[in-house]
């Protein structure tokens, strides 16, 4: 799922960083620990600082709602 996201981005010019939190929980991974059988990405805008005064730029908000808006016109 993310290679296919990371796809998308590039097809489109989306602007995107790729990032890797191992330590960072979600309710995907807690359905994958449970046993379901699904596919699981986190996606997201980047922040300044976490858990605390978090900052973000509107540009890095518009790439998240496009990437999401190509990644469910590319399920239709």
Known sequence: MTTRLIELAEKREIPHVVDVF?????????ALRAGWDVRVALIGQGVHASHGMERTHIKGLLATKDLIRAYIGDKL
């Open 22 to 30: 191992p330590y960072y929980g979600s309710d995907g991974s807690a």
